[in-house]
């Protein structure tokens, strides 16, 4: 039987959460800039500065390191965007809060996009069970809860009259898009898409595109 000691030793050198999530950064980077065929997890766990072996014993394989990121994506999105839909506020205040919050974490993590993308791509042609099991969760209550506010301030005269779900779709297109295509964004603007000041002009035109499209003069 192993000594006190041991133990001891044992919980001191064992992997931490820390080197988990370290290993998820790191992976969630290499992945979206290499997609999953070209990632490696020897890279991966030498960005985290951790032993490869600890990719195994975290997340069992590529596939499951890969599954672990896009689900810390897709929730972490979820969590910060249904918080600004619960503030208190009128429906023009909650869907600028929406805007901000989604924009903020696109414009932090702006690789999420392509990430994203790259999934899509990853399952065209075949049923892409794996994509639907995030989405299910993760986007489809924010895509009700939206979808609500929208036929709420239509209804209050502040929204005028739209197709819901295309207007959903244009709002969400007009966040991602430019990060999602940052090599086209740079050579016509001649600068980084996600430069501070490029992306504060970048939210301004959001903010002012939603609001001339979709605000009447009643809006509050």
Not at 51 to 62: A, R
Not at 133 to 139: D, E, I, N, Q, T
Not at 150 to 168: I, N, S, T, Y
Request: proline letters at 3%; a positive charge.
């Amino acid at each position: 039987m192993p000594t006190q000691i041991e133990k001891r030793t044992r919980k001191a050198t064992a992997p931490t959460s820390d080197t988990r999530l370290s290993i998820l950064t790191a992976a969630t980077d290499e992945f979206a800039r290499k997609g999953y065929a070209g990632a490696r997890t020897e890279q991966i766990a030498g960005a985290a500065g951790g032993k490869h072996t600890l990719v195994f014993y975290y997340f069992k394989s590529k596939e499951g390191l890969y599954r672990a990121v896009l689900l810390k994506v897709f929730s972490e999105w979820a969590s910060r965007v249904l918080c600004a839909l619960d503030i208190e506020g009128s429906p023009k205040q909650r869907l600028l809060a929406y805007i901000n919050s989604y924009f903020d974490y696109i414009a932090k993590f702006w690789w999420v996009p392509r990430l994203v993308q790259q999934e899509q791509l990853r399952h065209e042609g075949s049923e892409g069970r794996d994509l639907r099991k995030l989405v299910g969760p993760y986007v489809d209550p924010v895509h009700r809860r939206l979808a609500d506010l929208l036929r709420e301030g239509m209804a209050a005269g502040v929204f005028r009259k739209v197709d819901v779900e295309h207007c959903l779709h244009s709002i969400s297109a007009l966040i991602v898009f430019y990060f999602a295509r940052g090599a086209a964004v740079q050579s016509l603007e001649r600068g980084e898409p996600e430069v501070r000041a490029q992306v504060t002009r970048r939210r301004k035109a959001v903010l002012d595109f939603v609001s001339a499209a979709l605000f009447t003069s009643q809006s509050a």
